[in-house]
């Protein structure tokens, strides 16, 4: 009894990968639906993902098209993990090489950093309100570093485990255990500090 | 899961999300057939040209072989417009002789 039930969410979920590997290669020889579908599954979480990183919704997009399309090039899919693992490792390394190109700085340091270096097109109260805007969660989390916002979206939106955040974000499996534990009490702090809980 | 990640994790995922836009579906499928076409086109190091050359082989391959053709008749037909000017040459050299 406690084989069955123990092991029908695997088997669950190695149907559902074969369902996407299905989809996937019917979509790579030029399936219309299948192609749809795919991006109707996978885009919300993957722009969610993006947003959570960049913090900003424009920014986001760009990165899950160019995701997608990476997805697509690679043409091979074993149907051995989520696809969505795939699709959220591409995100992830994306918006890391958006923040690299974009400031040296940006992928080790939080939200009052980047005030610090941003050009001067905004006053910094102007940028504050403009973050403030968008959520309260996402203003905390805009405090925190590029890889504890993407750690704690790996692990809030896909359920990722510590190896599949440590393959994402590039690092050993004990640093992404410490970098996602140091994400969830940082992000607390923050939030008890500006008075959202 | 501790009731504290729960929350967390709660608060996260259904947290205020903006939304992508109306024709990001569109935009997505058109940016992955545009490219996946242009990938299979230089895969293996071909290009579009040769992309419609396998398409249209048999075409190709008759008009190949109707230009081989022709260019053989206009070569013949110039060999044996010179061997008929090498006899008149020469049938006019015996008559001097």
Redesign the interface.
Known sequence: MWQEFKSRPIWASMMAHQADAAAFSA??E?D?KA??KL??SL??KA??LA??ILGE?IE??DI??AA??KL??AKKYDGKSALSTYMHTIVTRLCFDKLRASASHKLDYGFEFDELVSDSRSTPIEALERKQS?????HAMQFLNARQRAA??L???HDATISEIAKATGLEVNAAYQLLHRA?IN??KK?EHLGYE | MNDDDKKLKDKIVFDVHPRLSEDFSKKALGNIFIKKDFISANNDGTLRLLSFASRHKFILSGCLLLGIFAFQQGHQKFIDEELLNVDTLSMSSFSVL
Not at chain 1, 134 to 138: K, R
């Open positions: 979509a790579l030029g219309d192609a749809r991006i109707a885009s919300p722009h969610a947003w959570r919704s986001a997009e899950v098209q997608l399309i697509f090039e968008d959520s309260n969660v996402q704690l979206a692990w809030a939106y969830k992000l607390r939030m």
